[in-house]
């Protein structure tokens, strides 16, 4: 058989927004390695006309908690209402962070937490709010654990309304234990293929599927309406038979 050629096709995905949320442990304008790979996936969209946006969470006072606004729960100040109308307003979100002991850092599980504290809305349709819109992961690190974390973050955005498309995730690794970082020279980082090749199709797959959604409407609102669950609708459900 035959090795498939790869043929360029013009793609007008001017009417895309993409948000990529750097989780990074430092605030700026410290050197974030995680930022060099968002810098590679969003020249990607920026070059096919995608409006890109990029928020340091570290940077802005987002409060810990469950729920949409946490100054009704005790808080001073929350910058998350703010910074959700940027989500709201995306086709694409794309979460990135470091991996530490072996899992997600806390500035990536805060804004995960706060991401849902806002699945129980509603779209224009009458889903949750994140129908129609897709995600995807970029870890960093210098310990074991890249398809672990991202796994956990592409569960978190599809259980709360995100599609995701395939290889909607990037990642790069140092040498396990201390040594350089993916921005340093001495790494290598910006030579290694497998990194550079997961990050092109990543956001590749991600323009692609958020047209698709945007083109048919997203996804059609029937099986999947809250409201009208509550009222009685069952959308084709029927009980298992009561066994014999």
Not at 25 to 50: C, F, W, Y
Request: proline share 5%; glycine share 10%.
């Amino acid at each position: 058989m035959a090795s498939p050629i790869a043929v360029e096709t013009s793609f007008d995905y001017s009417s895309l927004r993409a948000l990529f949320i750097n989780c990074t442990l430092k605030r700026s304008p410290e050197t974030s390695n995680t930022q060099g790979i968002i810098d590679l996936s969003a020249h990607i969209m920026r070059g096919q006309g995608v409006h890109v946006d990029v928020i340091r969470a570290i940077d802005h006072d987002i409060a810990t908690g469950v729920y949409p606004d946490m100054t009704a729960h005790g808080w001073a100040s929350d910058a998350w209402p703010a910074l959700f109308e940027t989500v709201l307003a995306a086709d694409i979100l794309v979460l990135a962070g470091p991996i530490w002991l072996g899992d997600n850092a806390s500035v990536t599980k805060r804004v995960v937490e706060r991401l849902y504290a806002m699945s129980g809305q509603f779209n224009a349709k009458g889903q949750y709010v994140y129908y129609g819109k897709v995600g995807g992961a970029i870890i960093t690190g210098n310990e074991d654990g890249v398809k672990h974390c991202s796994s956990n973050l592409l569960y978190s955005l599809q259980h709360i309304g995100y599609a995701i498309p395939p290889a909607a995730d990037a990642g790069w690794l140092g040498e396990i234990g201390p040594g350089p970082s993916y921005l340093e020279s001495v790494s290598a980082g910006s030579e290694n293929d497998f990194t550079n090749r997961n990050t092109t199709f990543m956001s590749w797959n991600l323009m692609h599927l958020a047209s698709i959604l945007q083109a048919n409407g997203g996804i059609p609102a029937w099986g999947n309406l809250r409201q009208s669950w509550d009222r009685g609708e069952r959308f084709g459900f029927a009980p298992n038979p009561d066994s014999r």
